[in-house]
């Protein structure tokens, strides 16, 4: 008896979606493993035709697959992406920010990945507004999550043989924070692992001036949101950022970017993003060869071109996904 095939929820959703989740497919098909691909609709036009951004079909799909292929989704982002990654059981957003060769990056050795804990922290709190011009928001920590998130980290160094950087702001937020790194901290003690605490905001100085000192970064929610968004501004472009939204059974993997309606149905997106997103799903079901050859075929044709107009180039994504395939 053989198993039946990995089930791939393919989610492209709005704006470039529509052309860069298609190009990541050509490459996942391309590199091999048997998967079987659904494709469902999410974001704006789906809420324009049926009422709903995010279709219970989509949501039962992802939450039964073993991953998720997802590209962006425009005014409804917040209806789409939240309930998507909570059908996948995320704990975890993983986003890895790398300069390539051949991209425009201020500096070219920046190569960290943030573990930002994706539950709770500042985005699970309770707003209010508890007397007219007076708002407070609640902010929660637990110790499972803090856990669950440190250790993920701790082992994602591990393996690679990389250093964690637990950030934090325990100083100031004694309480919540104080859990957080107490709880990271002794996770720390099981892992034979390279690690130091950094509060968050000198962290984020040190970051733009020597991001190369920088592996494994573990970070609350709000801190590891900001954190990763600057990161990202150090290696020159939304177009070559990918993500991970993890879980113990589950995962969603997507670009860093949005919809960039500036440039919707030219079909001269950078599918890049969205590619190496894929070379991560490869690796998370297990397909470590196959990831690798992914992230390589991406990296030379970074290196070489084609290029997308967002680097420089007036190559379109057909022209960059082929190449990307010729070097597979
Ligand atoms: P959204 O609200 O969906 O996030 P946005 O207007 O914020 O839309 P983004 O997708 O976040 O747009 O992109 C911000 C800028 O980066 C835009 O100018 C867009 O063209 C550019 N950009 C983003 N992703 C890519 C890509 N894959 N290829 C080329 N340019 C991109
Ligand atoms: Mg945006």
């Known amino acids: 008896m053989t198993a039946d095939p ?6 492209p959703g709005d704006g470039i979606g ?7 497919r050509e490459v996942l098909e391309a590199v091999g493993p048997d998967f079987e691909f659904v494709e469902a609709d999410a974001g704006d036009e789906v809420k324009a035709e049926t009422g709903e951004a995010l279709p219970d079909e989509t949501r039962e799909l992802a939450a039964n697959a073993d991953a998720t ?5 425009g005014e409804t ?5 939240l309930p998507l990654r909570s059908a996948v059981d995320s704990f975890a957003n ?7 060769p051949g991209t425009d990056a201020l500096h070219p050795d920046t190569d960290l ?3 930002r804990e994706n539950t709770e922290g500042v985005y699970a709190g309770h707003e209010d507004e508890i007397a007219p011009g007076v708002t407070t928001l609640t902010r929660v920590v637990t110790e499972s999550a803090s856990e669950e998130i440190a250790r993920y980290g701790f082992e994602y160094a591990a393996e690679r043989g990389e250093r964690v950087t637990i950030a934090h702001k325990a100083n100031v937020m004694r309480t919540t924070d104080g859990l957080f790194l107490e709880t990271a901290e002794s996770v720390a003690d099981e892992f034979d692992v390279e690690y130091d605490t950094a509060l968050m905001d000198a962290l984020a ?4 001036m020597r991001p190369e000192e920088y592996d494994v970064v573990v970070c609350p929610n709000l801190a590891g949101d900001v954190l990763s968004d600057l990161a990202a501004g150090l290696v020159g472009g939304l177009g070559l950022l990918p993500s991970a939204n993890v879980g113990d059974e589950r995962a969603l993997f997507e670009p860093v970017h949005g919809t960039a309606p500036d440039i ?3 079909g001269v997106a950078n599918p890049s993003a969205t590619m190496l997103s894929a070379a991560m799903l490869l690796e998370y079901l297990g397909y470590d060869d196959a990831g690798e050859r992914v992230r390589s075929a991406v990296k030379a044709t970074l290196e070489s071109g084609p290029h997308t107009p967002d680097l420089g180039g007036d190559a379109t994504t057909r022209d960059v996904t082929d190449a990307v395939l010729t070097k597979l």
Do not use: Q, S, T
Not at 6 to 11: C, G, L, M
Not at 69 to 73: C, H, I, Q
Not at 94 to 100: D, S
């Open 6 to 11: 990995e089930r791939i929820a393919v989610v």
């Open 18 to 24: 529509n052309e860069v989740v298609p190009a990541a």
């Open 69 to 73: 292929l997802f590209g962006a989704a």
């Open 77 to 81: 982002a917040a209806d789409v992406i």
């Open 94 to 100: 993983v986003r890895p920010v790398r300069a390539y």
């Open 113 to 115: 990945v943030f573990v």
């Open 205 to 208: 100085m040190h970051l733009v």
């Open 264 to 266: 919707a149905g030219e």
